[in-house]
């Protein structure tokens, strides 16, 4: 499972490390008794007592019987996922999503609406006013919430919460963790896509049992999300990955960033949709579809055989080779993962990045290079994911995974 750095981690007292394992392995291997939680935490019988009965006052377990092999019947102990619920916020560049999830941080209902570009303070109101429908939607009472998270696709300072650039959302230095905060009466800490989508990778997708590797998402911008040693890792101030804004040619079309040749110029929605259009005097099929061309139109295209299409995903794969190359020479991971709207054809955006990649990056055949299986959902996943993750303060948050016995 990936963490974000906690710096509080250190300073929690035993009881609360001790609170957060119990709680942990009876939602792994519940049902489960109190002795085989005192076995598998390594704590005393009495120490697991004391904090079971917290549980189950607070909610957060529940007793589904007995279980009888011989012997003394053993009370049995399962987590209850309906003790809490977390909130996860997408601001996307077309739409933005709300949604709810159970204590388990599974999906129980979103709502989503267009996004409205250039006006964040309208599109915080916008978050704001889907927040009472999207929890009537769930079931869900307003006092079940415990967290909250939102992601956004653009630079996120990490002291701050201010978002500082998101070219495609025509932001600039807004404050919203600041704002979504107040508007929600709730804190709401606030991550890039990547970041997010690299927690929901680690815990539910193609990075399980990783603790190094890269999420790169590839659509309307280039950005990574880098986990190192089973962390997000952000850099001095939340600015790491920006893989997007690497300069890869001396010229090249005008990026968001108010740069010319940035790697995003070349492979993105909208890079697609210009080889596209100039593909379309080539290609019957492409100059049928209607412009400005659907990544999706023109990737059923390229699976359908279309020569001209796949040649625009491969060589949108080969150009972002350059950008994953960075990360294996710097970082050496040990898988990277790929998501976004170019994964709409993979085989062939993979195709022209692995072919591409021992070009421009050392030993690039011992790094596998894979299509993320969340598709568009790994990045409100990872939203849901990190606000649970705030809120429930995991043992796993502790560096080293020191443990220690006291009772609470």
Request: glycine share 10%; aromatic share 4%; net charge neutral.
């Amino acid at each position: 499972m990936v963490r974000p750095t906690d710096k509080t981690a250190n300073n929690r007292t035993p009881r609360e490390l001790n609170r957060s394992l119990v709680l942990d392995l009876v939602e792994a291997h519940g049902p489960i008794s109190r002795t085989n939680l005192a076995r598998l935490s390594g704590l005393t019988k009495p120490t697991v007592s004391a904090i079971i009965e917290e549980l189950l006052e607070s909610g957060s377990v529940r007793d589904v019987g007995t279980e009888s092999r011989g012997g003394r019947p053993a009370r049995l102990l399962e987590f209850n996922e309906e003790s809490a619920a977390y909130l996860g916020i997408e601001i996307g560049v077309e739409q933005t999503a709300v949604a709810v999830a159970d204590a388990r941080g599974r999906l129980r209902a979103r709502m989503e609406q267009p996004s409205v570009l250039r006006d964040p303070h309208r599109t915080v109101r916008d978050i704001a006013d889907l927040l009472p429908k999207v929890l009537q939607l769930s079931g869900v009472p307003r006092k079940r919430l415990r967290g909250a998270c939102a992601i956004v696709p653009g630079l996120i300072e990490r002291p701050s919460g201010v978002c500082v650039l998101a070219p495609n959302l025509g932001w600039e230095r807004f404050p919203l963790r600041a704002e979504l905060s107040r508007a929600l009466r709730m804190p709401v800490p606030v991550y890039n896509l990547p970041q997010a989508a690299a927690v929901a990778e680690g815990e539910l997708g193609a990075a399980r049992g990783h603790a190094s590797y890269a999420w790169v998402y590839v659509g309307l911008g280039i950005g990574a999300g880098l986990v190192v040693d089973g962390r997000l890792f952000f850099g001095m101030q939340g600015y790491s990955g920006e893989i997007g804004h690497c300069r890869v040619a001396e010229d090249g079309p005008l990026c968001g960033c108010g740069r010319r040749g940035c790697l995003e110029t070349f492979t993105s929605v909208m890079a697609l949709r210009r080889a596209a259009e100039a593909a379309s005097a080539r290609s019957r099929v492409l100059a049928e579809l209607p412009s400005p061309h659907a990544v999706d139109a023109v990737a059923s295209a390229a699976l359908a055989g279309d020569e001209s299409a796949r040649a625009i995903f491969h060589e949108a794969g080969a150009q972002l080779a350059r950008g994953i190359a960075v990360l294996l020479n710097v970082l050496n991971p040990q898988l990277v993962v790929l998501g976004g709207e170019l994964l709409a054809a993979p085989d062939v955006l993979l195709g022209g990045v692995r072919e591409a990649l021992p070009k421009h990056a050392v030993r690039a055949g011992d790094v596998p290079v894979v299509a993320s299986p969340l598709g568009s959902e790994a990045g409100l996943l990872g939203a849901v994911l990190l606000a649970r993750e705030g809120a429930v303060r995991s043992l796993r948050l502790v560096p080293d995974g020191v443990l220690q016995d006291a009772t609470p």
